[in-house]
């Protein structure tokens, strides 16, 4: 029974990822790529995809443009609060690298630099159709990731 | 001959009480005197129950002895209207002085040319009466009880060098006295010596500080009430004109008919006037509101068993003299106003004594409107509504007091985070708001039986939707406020007063078994009254009236669910609250959400980075609608609407 | 073992709500999406959202927000079965708000000044729209002499033909009750999202189900109730109140959000006035 459960929940994990998107230093145009998905064209509903903008009830966090000492502080923080499993995906090549801007006094560099990504989405900016791959490759990561918490969870148990 | 004595010691007994206090001015003898108070008290309310329910639901007495009680009643009457002529003088406020003089010239011409037939029965006890008798007699001294503590910090507050306890405590207890004898007697003369004594007690305590604000309300206390002892008296002569009696239980169950023409209506009307004024209703709202500067027993005292009580009391008495008529539709539309209008003003208010005063106005509007509608239900709903609401409110006024005095403040935003400071206090206050507001808890049920009473009269049955709509807006806002917390770890313990905690505690319990025992609750104390009554509509009394309870036998069938499982569902959610404080564990606690700029891992959330890495703390308050709802914006319109309405009153009947 | 049947027909109803209240919620989504010429997801999409967030991580702020929203779930499910019971229709109300209470209470419990706001406002739609549901109430008790349910069944006449406009004026409330555009502004959905999520911003994971979960119970409820003024046969109300749920979609889709002032202005002028009017000329003609 329980582990039918576990199934159900495993299957609506894949079919269910919603989407927090967090604008790190970016010039916009990934961001207006992230956000095409949402046009009737893209639709990324179809894959049960929900932009909810707020990262409590998130699972997968966007991130486009590189990291700076600005806001790497506010990166974590919505890092922190969402809830596990969850996943990041970078989008465009200055969440993947730095980018252009990877040399600057300011910059940190990409996103792997402070967060544990698991899809990078290279392009400047890259196609919607890539974005939801991206998406959907990280969806695909979230059962792993479950397992590991409830790892940690068995881990903290057996502490106790 | 025992019941006299029970009757003498629930009127006589506080004011030995008050002897007492005067004279014993050590902190431990009114301790002792106070609590003795209560238990004695108590104990007379519960024998009287015995006596009235083996008396078949009715006792009126007379008096045989040597001793003209009358003559006396009357002679401190007239020294109770001259002391007020002198308070006017030595307060230099012609106004309270002209009114006294009024009242005293009625009065006295009323006696020496009326030639006055005093009733044989000078007391009369009903369940009406006993339901109030048991609320002054033990909510009152609890309340007392309640003061022992909270004085003795109150006078540390206001750094008093000469404590004025005794004096506090002997009004107090004068006060109790004069109700309980008020609620029993069936003179209409004695009625109005007592009326007149809850009168010049109120001043007497709302003035007790003594600053300049506090003596200004009780002046406005005072000559607003006395309007009403002059409605009252004229009401007096006017009833005994047409019939010819002063029994009050005679006046009442003469059947209006073709009889209620002439000055009969008036003289009624005046009395419903002289209830408004003493339960505050619209326009003359603004004594009970100023009344707030007394320390908070006195307004916990005047909110709940007494005073406001005796104005509801007394138009519930005489509801059945004109059920019915148009004279009670219109006493019904001045009451659901008042309810409406309350309720609205209470949103815009921030400050919490404000807010439950203008919920007890509009509570007071409801019994009094469930009293003009005059059908059985309603006189129902009337009795039960006094019953919650004078515990719920005699809690919360406690509850705001401790409040006050633990964090300094009685601005409902300064409540934020209470959980912390006082868990126990905060717990109790919540289950008073509750017990005001939601299902399964008695005022809710009252409010219920209203909107079925009042379905055949349309604009009173509006104005008890909107304003209970009203209703849930302020009290929603006030317990979200004070429930606001974040994880504690472990929880703080509260110290508090001994007579403070036991009279909190003591209360609550009376709140959550008064909304248990709902169904004993009426079929003991109301359902009797109304059949005494003899109202119309008796079949409603018996006949199993959809979900509402009356002759559904013996439980309250709230809509499919006895209401015990109600409770009892309550109860298990209730009681999940350790298990989940238990099974919260640090790791899993996340700070608020903030947009990323939380200043630091701190989980309570209360500060971010604004811009320019300036540290701001979050303030989120709570919507007042202070342009819509304001005071200064409704209070004129609203108190002209409502003198429009008692003018109609009158107008109508005469 | 007298109340075996009862007990049987309250356990299927508490299974069944929720699947029927999740596909209409499916069906919402699909249908939206239509209308904004997308393809949509698939029609069990609302129990892939619930069954992901039960398998989330259970954060929480503090110890006492689940309570609020077991109470926010318990009464609704307590108010569903008392319509499935054809009890007192009043009362079913007042068990609503408690429930509704109980949410707003829960929001208000933690230091996020988007959850507090969303909180106040969903008291405003409360304050909106209870009037108007109590007059409801008061004129299915002046056409049927009753507040149970029950009465309504044996009533000979459909509710519609004595409450037209009360009928309009709950369909108009029934707008704000499911948190649609125009009124969407305590929980903002779609991508309205000035106040992140309004009310249910600081709940996650379980805590999130079980509010979807409690709104496929109110849904099925509310459309319960609406069906009642089409009773006899009840297939007709449950087509209609079909009819009134797409229309509710349709107006979700095509008006854009107000202010809770217009919300005040026009519930109350409009709804209350049309419910009141009707009240009064019921009442004149007795």
Redesign the interface.
Known sequence: MGNIFQNIISKSRKKSPWIVHFDCNSCNGCDIETLACLTPLYDVERFGIVNVGNPKHADVLVVTGSVNNRNVRALKNIYNQIPEPKAVVAVGACACSGGVFKECYNVLGGIDQVLPVDVYVPGCCPRPEAIIDGIVMAVGKMDEKAAKMKESRNLEAVND | METYLLLAIAILLPVLCAGLCSVIRGRTGRSIIVTAALLVMSVVAVLLVGRITAAGGKLALGLESPIDFNLIVEILDIALIVYIIYIGFSLKKMLISTLASIQLAIVLLFEIFGSVKEPEKVFMLDYLSLIMVLLVSIVGPLVAVFALGYMQEHEEHQHMKKSRQPRFFVIIFIFLGAMNGLVITNNLMWMGFFWEVTTVCSFLLISHDRTEEAVRNGIRALWINLVGGIAFVLGIVMIYSVSGTLAIDEIVSARPGAAFAGLLPIGLGMLCLAGFTKSAQFPFQSWLLGAMVAPTPVSGLLHSSTMVKAGVYLVVRFAPAFAGTILGTIVAVVGGFTFVVGSALAISQRNAKRVLAYSTIANLGLIICCAGIGTNIALGAAMLLIVFHAISKGLLFLCVGTIEHGIGSRDIEDMQ?LMKKMPFTTVITVIGMISML??PFGV?MTK?LA??AA??L?IV??LI??G???T??FW??W???I??????TSMHVEKLKVSVKTALSVLTLFVLSASILIVPLFNTFVAPQLSMDALGDASSLTSG????WLGNGNTLN????ASIGFFI?LFA?VL??PI??RR?KP????????????VNDD????EF?GPGDKVES?I?H??YFKNLLGEERLTLVVNLIAGAIIMIMFGVVI | MKYLPEIIIALITIIAAPIIGGLLTGLDRKLTARMQNRIGPPLLQPFYDFFKLLGKEKITLNQTQMVYVLCYLLFAIMALIMLVFKQDLLMLVFILTFSNLSLVVGATSVRSPFSKIGAQREIIQMVAYEPVILMMTVGIYLTTKSFMIESIFQHDQPMIANLPLVFLAFVFVLTIKLKKSPFDFSTSHHGHQELVKGITTEFSGLQLALIEMTDWYDLVLLLGMISLFFAKPLWVGILIALASYFLEIVIDNISARVTWRWMLKIVWLFGIGAALTNIIWLYARR
């Open positions: 985070g939601l299902p809710l219920w909107i079925e379905v055949h349309p049955l509006v939707i909107i209970s709509a009203f849930v807006f929603a806002k317990i979200g406020i429930l606001t917390m974040s994880y504690k009236n959809g979900g509402i709230m809509g499919g669910f569902v959610i999940t609250i989940f404080i919260t790791e899993k606690i996340k700070p608020p959400y903030m947009g990323g700029e939380n989980i309570r959330g209360i980075t979050v989120v709570n919507y």
